[in-house]
């Protein structure tokens, strides 16, 4: 998705303010993001070959246990970040390209403001 069609998802902060509905929405996503570990899966799933990692890679890249990192899935699954498909015995989590592009355009500088 290129920029002008992120912007087109959701106008910046600077641009117009958020209703309530959907502030509550994004500050939920943000803060799924702002933990360490869950800021680290997405950036494992999103840039692992094929757009999409098993949970098992998920486990092998964390020292923890494999409960704690179920939790930390659903955590960013709840928020829309992530999708996953049951293939037999193992999960495969995918990131939500639009998902993302709604927090990246929320936060992107219209052209007059940057400096």
Wanted: a neutral charge; charged letters at 25%.
């Amino acid at each position: 998705m290129d920029a002008l069609k992120m912007l087109d998802c959701c106008s910046p902060l600077a641009r117009e303010p958020l209703g309530e509905n959907q502030a509550s929405g994004l500050a939920r996503a943000f803060k799924a993001l702002g933990d360490p570990v869950r800021l680290r899966i997405v950036s494992i799933v999103a840039s692992h070959q094929g757009g999409e990692a098993c949970v098992c890679d998920l486990t092998a890249s964390f020292d923890l246990s494999q409960p704690t990192i179920s939790h930390h899935l659903k955590v960013l699954k709840d928020v829309g970040l992530l999708t996953s498909e049951r293939r037999a015995s193992w999960v495969y989590y995918r990131v939500v390209p639009e998902r993302l592009a709604e927090l990246s355009a929320l936060l992107a500088a219209p052209a007059e403001v940057t400096r």
